[in-house]
């Protein structure tokens, strides 16, 4: 992204919360980010966790609670509760002590649910799932009521007791809100509000073997919170009027407002939960925290950069439209901040030796080299240097085209914070390829200059052979090869045959500078000409560290489109 990139105007979800402090309505604005703990989060929720926890850092007085909507033990863990607060606090959010689960509420809701029950707003039902679907209608077709509708209240109460007690198996009977069949929106054609689900629960253990469903626990669990606005994705727009519904026929301590907003779609990538899964159990990639895959512990561990994400889930803003967003402007995000933040270093991706006839054999000696050209700050480094080098095969060509301004027979060129080199010798193997490269030095140019004047036009990196850093080196690129890889897929085919084959390519044998010893993992660094790295915590040992490509130096799928 070459263009500077301007900053947007107040999105419609702060308009609404400015006018309504400033006409009174509240006092407080209270916000929540409510996943559910079944899978890992993925870039789309990280403009969810930016939304609702920057207003509440944007507004005074303002807070924003994490709280799991932990109601189907049959998908919930323990598991994703932690991965889901470590990419909350990765992030850079802090929920404070306003943490909160749905179960946190079991009792309330049941006793609500019973409220709903004695005023004749639900009733058990006995129809199986399959005839609920079937008794629904569709779109332009009216729903039938169940036979049990009109089941007295005194008996659904009495049945859902014993639901609750255990008495029942599962699927036999569920509590249905008494609502309208009719409805132009399905969500209104009495929905489920419980279902028997004799499964044991991450949190209550076998307390409950009756659970609420996602659409009657969320609004009672916001107006228990507190919550003065419950900010969601399209996908729950037609959910609304049963939101409200709820908020106004249970005694509720507040009226939280629903409101929707554009959920990130991005390019060359999926955000179905499903879809993901169907990546991990299928091997296309390695698991959820696989550095090509969109889930925040994915893309933590390409080595993306947390303001990175942040600054991106601002400038695109906020919306009532769904669209299809550049990841280029993600890359951009990225590139942008590790280019402020990581040290630079030296990394010879496919190593070629060097051999530099004239220097001293047994000689070594220590150069300066600046950490960050534009940071003084950012201090300095020594790199051994030797008789022996290795540089990148790329840059030497035994018979250079016109504009190739690198290493080749009879070329003189700088080595980056070193001395020029010339090659006098290409040494080839018994297949014929390139083994090693014999050259010359002149010592007067130390710092890239000679006394002379004369001027090299190639400037290419290096590290010394007796010092290197042996690494496997993992270079990761956009996961799909076509921008909308579900569009594409729409005529029949399968997204995953749009999966890039070219996404990862292994470097097993790279040679990198000996100060990278020390890296650490998620330490973000730029291999000078190479593009931007980090140490991976997973896979890396002492005896063989891997470093994962974050970015490219720029954008190299510019010139495809």
């Not at 900053?7 to 309505?25: Q, V």
């Not at 250079?400 to 301004?405: H, M, R």
């Amino acid at each position: 992204m070459s263009e500077p990139i301007k900053p947007l105007a107040a999105d419609f979800i702060r308009t609404i919360i400015t006018d309504d402090l400033a006409s009174g309505k509240h006092d407080q604005i209270v916000t929540r980010f409510p996943p559910e703990p079944n899978g890992y989060l993925h870039i789309g929720h990280a403009k969810s966790i930016c939304l609702n926890f920057g207003i509440a850092g944007e507004f005074t007085p303002a807070r924003c609670h994490l709280r799991f909507d932990d109601t189907n033990p049959s998908k919930e863990e323990t598991e994703y509760v932690e991965a889901i607060k470590e990419d909350v606090r990765w992030l850079g959010f802090d929920w404070g002590e306003h943490l909160y689960f749905a179960s946190d509420y079991f009792e309330q809701i049941y006793e609500y649910a019973e409220h709903l029950i004695k005023n004749g707003l639900a009733y058990v039902c006995d129809l199986s799932a399959e005839e609920i679907r079937a008794s629904r209608g569709t779109l332009t077709e009216p729903g039938r009521n169940s036979p049990y509708r009109e089941r007295p209240s005194s008996e659904s109460i009495d049945l859902f007791r014993r639901m609750r007690a255990g008495e029942f198996p599962d699927g036999a009977r569920v509590l249905r809100a008494r609502i309208d069949m009719a409805s132009g929106n399905l969500n209104l054609r009495d929905p489920v509000l419980y279902r028997i689900m004799h499964r044991g629960h991450h949190r209550t253990g076998a307390q409950w073997c009756i659970y609420p469903m996602y659409d009657f626990t969320h609004p009672i669990s916001d107006a228990l919170e507190g919550v003065t606005h419950s900010l969601c994705t399209l996908e729950f727009a037609d959910h609304r009027p049963l939101y409200d519904w709820i908020i106004v026929n249970l005694p509720l301590p507040c009226q939280p407002r629903q409101i929707e907003f554009a959920r990130l779609n991005l390019g060359y990538t999926v955000v179905s939960k499903r879809k993901l899964l169907q990546l991990v159990n299928e091997g296309y990639v390695g698991g959820w925290d696989d550095p090509r895959m969109p889930t925040l512990s994915g893309i933590r561990r390409r080595g993306y950069p947390p303001a990175a994400i942040r600054s991106f889930c601002d400038r695109i803003g906020v919306a009532k439209k769904e669209s299809l967003v550049d990841v280029s402007l993600l890359e951009h995000y990225v590139r942008e901040e590790l280019n402020e933040s990581a040290v630079r270093v030296m990394g010879v991706l496919k190593p070629l030796k060097v051999v530099i006839t004239n220097y001293p054999a047994g000689r070594s000696e220590e150069l300066t080299a600046q950490n960050h050209p534009q940071k003084p700050e950012m201090g300095s480094r020594l790199l051994p240097f030797a008789r022996e080098i290795y540089i990148e095969r790329d840059d030497f060509m035994e018979e250079p085209p016109k504009k190739f301004f690198r290493l080749a027979p009879g070329r003189e060129v700088r080595l980056r914070y070193a001395y020029f080199i010339k090659c006098d010798e290409v040494i080839k193997d018994a297949t014929g390829e390139i083994s090693e490269l014999r050259c010359s030095y002149d010592p007067a140019t130390l710092g890239g200059n000679a006394p002379d004047g004369r001027k090299v036009k190639g400037t290419i990196h290096w590290v010394a052979a007796d010092r290197a850093l042996k690494a496997e080196v993992r270079l990761y690129d956009r996961l799909f090869t076509e921008e909308n890889p579900e569009k594409a897929a729409a005529g029949g085919g399968d997204f995953k045959d749009f999966v890039n084959p070219h996404s990862l390519v292994i470097l097993p044998d790279c040679r990198l500078e000996p100060s990278l010893a020390a890296a650490r993992p998620g330490q973000h660094f730029q291999f000078e000409r190479q593009g931007y790295f980090c140490l991976d915590g997973q896979d890396s040992r002492p005896e063989g560290p891997v470093f994962n490509r974050s970015a490219t130096l720029r954008d190299t799928w510019a010139k495809l489109r």
